[in-house]
Each structure stands twice: as structure tokens, then as C-alpha cells.
């Protein structure tokens, strides 16, 4: 029953911790290009030159 004592708010503290990182992530738009990211990967800035 002690460990409750510890346990709870430690629960509700982290709880609340990913909470306003959700919020801080969403205000800070880093989840507004999803797929730009992914697909621009796959794509080259300068085409490789061939070797003869």
C-alpha cells in the first residue's frame, strides 16, 4: 500500500509529461508532412556521375 504512495504520482506526473509533449509537438507542427519525409528519401539532389 505504500508503494502506491510513490507510484501514483509518479504515474500522473509522467502521464502529464507526454501529455504536453503531444501538445508541444502538435503547436510546433512536427507532424504536419507525414509522407514528405519518407518519399523524399528516395529521391537524389544530383544525379551520380558514371564511371567509364
Do not use: C, N
Request: charged fraction near 25%; hydrophobic fraction near 50%; charge should be neutral.
Amino acid at each position: 500500500m505504500s508503494a502506491l504512495i510513490l507510484l501514483v504520482p509518479l504515474a500522473l506526473f509522467m502521464g502529464l509529461l507526454g501529455l504536453f509533449g503531444f501538445l508541444w509537438a502538435l503547436r510546433t507542427r512536427q507532424y504536419e508532412d507525414m509522407d514528405g519525409s519518407a518519399a523524399r528519401i528516395l529521391f537524389d539532389d544530383t544525379p551520380r556521375h558514371k564511371e567509364k
